[in-house]
């Protein structure tokens, strides 16, 4: 308020923040910008029927349990709880196909933490509506689609992007929340580095005869990892990463033929097994922004950071930009800063660089140290896994990770 030539500024602009995509961590941001008391445009390159659509497709997500704090305290999480499968148990294996696991194994029980669950399933559909509800609801946001940005221009202490359809919308900031092939990001300027890693995800659901108890299993062969993941109902959520060829031959399959090729791998512990829902491929990679920041400009979720989701850490990273984001732009706010300025921006950057690019090495690694059928490396992790299966604290920290609880949480990730 010090200086009224830029509160003028700021109140002839459109919006506060301008955000790029409409996936989950757009919408998520928006809700925890408007909360914050900011006016936020969401630009999604999707209409809203397609997003809304209400059959299930097969695509779900693993929600660690500091990112469902996130979506309670955004107002989400209370109309979606009853659609969340609770994860009590993981349970990671090494073996190959139709020979079943070795008998080395890390086990891990949400019961070793105090504060509830590792995570739970939800189903896409889900929490897709119920971001487009809550953004429909709050006035601050203003939604925008089917549009798409073609340019992006900085001009003093505004960003402008032009539409597709012509319009133009003026803010104080703008997000790139659009996914690995970033425009916001490319249009800025920003490089990524990354790899292939010749490997592709067929994901889809079963439904099985025996109810799974809330245990997620991730069971390790030579192609890649294979998920089974509990969903509500006896029904669990399938990520299963293989080779590039042997992934495109799967999907050529019809549903009978692919679920003879899965059950070697899926075990017969659940039961006769059916397909539910369709059957996606996603190439994996991966792939880090050089900048997560620019000129009135951040990156959040996949623009800025892609990793292999043998970890089920994509979105979840994701959530976490979302929170230290929203955090460092209301206090900046709170104390008369520009919300674009480059040193507000860099805080947003020093607080997640560190941690994604510990994501990345970590999920690479293990994924290099996991999909290969060499005996000496089989050996070693396999006995590297007894080890950490009998070491209460190492098991107890897995733990702890895998619910999003480490590291330097956003406060609304501290519920």
């Known amino acids: 308020m010090d200086n009224p030539g830029w509160v003028r500024i700021v109140r002839a602009m459109d919006t506060d923040i301008i955000i790029v995509g409409g996936g989950l961590n757009g919408p998520a941001l928006a809700l925890a910008a408007a909360q914050a008391g900011f006016t936020v445009t969401i630009i999604d390159a999707l209409p809203v029927d397609r997003r809304k659509k209400p059959d299930f497709d097969g695509r779900s997500y693993a929600l660690a349990l500091a990112s469902t704090r996130l979506l309670r305290g955004i107002g989400i999480w209370d109309t979606i709880s009853d659609q969340a499968q609770p994860m009590l148990e993981i349970k990671v294996t090494d073996g190959r196909a139709g020979e079943g696991p070795s008998p080395w194994m890390m086990h891990f029980n949400y019961a070793e933490i105090e504060e ?16 487009l509800d809550a953004m429909k609801a709050d006035k601050r946001i203003t939604h925008l689609a089917p549009e798409t940005v073609v340019a992006q221009d900085i001009d003093g202490p505004r960003v402008t992007v032009t539409l597709a359809s012509g319009k ?64 509500t109902d006896d029904r669990s959520s399938i990520v299963w990463s293989e080779t590039d060829a042997r992934a495109a031959e799967l999907a050529a399959m019809n549903d009978a033929d692919f679920l003879d090729a899965l059950r070697p791998a899926f075990g017969s512990f659940l039961g006769q097994i059916s397909l539910t829902g369709a059957r996606f491929t996603y190439p994996l990679g991966l792939t880090l922004a050089n900048s997560f920041i620019a000129d009135r400009l951040a990156l959040v979720g996949d623009a800025a950071h892609g990793v292999h989701p043998i970890a089920g850490q994509g979105l979840n990273a994701g959530l976490r930009d979302v929170a230290a984001l929203a955090e460092v732009m209301a206090e900046a706010r709170g104390r008369g800063e520009d919300i674009g300025s480059p040193v507000v921006l860099q805080r947003y950057q020093q607080w ?64």
Request: hydrophobic share 40%; glycine share 14%; aromatic share 8%.
């Open 116 to 131: 509830g669950p590792m995570g739970y399933m939800v189903e896409d559909r889900f929490l897709r509506r119920a971001f």
């Open 168 to 231: 133009t919308v003026t803010g104080a900031v703008l997000i790139g929340s659009d996914g690995r092939s970033s425009g916001t990001a490319e249009r800025a300027g920003i490089k990524r580095t990354g790899w292939g890693y010749g490997q592709t995800a067929v994901v889809c659901a079963v439904a099985h005869e025996k109810p799974h108890g809330g245990v997620a299993h991730q069971f390790f062969m030579p192609g890649g990892p294979l998920a089974i993941l509990p969903l």
């Open 352 to 415: 997640r660089r560190f941690d994604t690019a510990t994501l990345a090495i970590a999920t690479d690694t293990f994924n290099r140290l996991f999909s290969n059928d060499n005996p000496l490396l089989r050996a070693a992790r396999d006995i590297s896994m007894g080890l950490v299966n009998a070491a209460p604290g190492l098991r107890r920290g897995f733990i702890r990770e895998a619910a999003g609880l480490t590291g330097d949480l956003p406060k609304l990730m501290r519920g």
